[in-house]
């Protein structure tokens, strides 16, 4: 009876790859939630931290925020191993550059190196990249460069599938002018809602904070996650949206994720 099981078994795998889960024939895909976001002096960003492999998750505190420069850093979506190696070539064209000009680089130059390497690969590519960072001429700047390498500087960029979720947020919310502290607040809680809602968003959120005086980056681990409310209030017919949080976000430093922290 048992050898005759196993028999019937056996004709039913045409190879051995149908023994194999199917997410070991997918490629890893940062499938995220990035977004980043001027202020007064500087720029905010922000990230979750899941890396997908199909349906499996490969890693949960991915760091998807990467620097190119001591004040210009990228937050990637798409295909793990393309954002990788371009960042890499980036990283390195712009070394030179900045050895070239004996000075810091421009975020602009970073971003059209991006925009050309994606433009020229757009047809092998998956990348969706947000550039953003601060320079002695233009301070806090955001460009968005997506998939097939087009090249626009926003105010507020948002990126990867869990920024369908938070389109109408993110307008509801942002004003210009805004602090860095409101930047902080108003990114956490746009990625928090991404995260609620998209599967191959998740794990802990990382923030980093650019400016003059440097980079300042925080990390919100995913059971402190903040939870938005959005209560409406009517004033002579206009409709003002205001986030209020339960309960503060306690932070912790990016050097915290020495110890494995979902």
């Known amino acids: 009876m048992a050898a005759a099981t196993a028999t019937r078994f056996c004709q039913q795998l045409s190879s051995v ?4 889960p199917d997410w070991t024939a997918k490629e890893v895909s940062t499938g995220t939630t990035i977004m980043a976001v001027e202020y007064e002096g500087g720029v905010v960003i922000g990230a979750d931290s899941r890396t997908t492999t199909g349906a499996y998750i490969a ?3 991915t760091d ?3 620097p190119i420069h001591d004040r210009i850093f990228r937050c990637r979506s798409g295909s793990a191993a393309d954002t990788q190696a371009i960042a890499d070539i980036v990283a390195y064209q712009l070394g030179f550059h900045s050895i070239e000009l004996d000075e810091a680089p421009l975020v602009q130059a970073a971003a059209n190196l991006f925009k ?3 433009y020229r690969y757009r047809e092998e590519l998956m990348a969706g990249i947000i550039v953003a960072g601060w320079d002695k001429r233009r301070g806090g700047q ?3 460069v997506p ?3 087009m090249l626009v500087r926003q105010p507020v960029s948002v990126g990867g599938s869990g920024s369908t979720y938070i389109y109408g947020f993110m307008d509801s919310n942002y004003k210009p002018n805004m602090t860095k502290e409101q930047c902080l607040h108003l990114v956490s809680g746009a990625l928090s809602l991404a995260m609620e809602r998209d599967g191959s968003s998740g794990g802990v959120i990382r923030l980093a904070a650019i400016s003059e005086s440097g980079v300042e980056r925080q990390v919100i681990l995913g059971n402190q996650l903040p939870n938005g409310q959005l209560p409406r209030e009517k004033d002579n017919h206009r409709i003002h949206t205001t986030i209020e949080y339960t309960h503060h976000v306690p932070v912790c430093k990016i050097q915290a994720l020495n110890s ?3």
């Open 260 to 262: 494995i922290c979902w």
């Open 116 to 118: 050309a390497s994606c």
């Open 147 to 149: 998939v097939g390498g």
């Open 142 to 144: 955001v460009y968005t």
């Open 64 to 66: 998807k925020l990467t």
């Open 59 to 61: 890693n949960r505190v």
């Open 17 to 20: 790859s149908d023994m194999s």
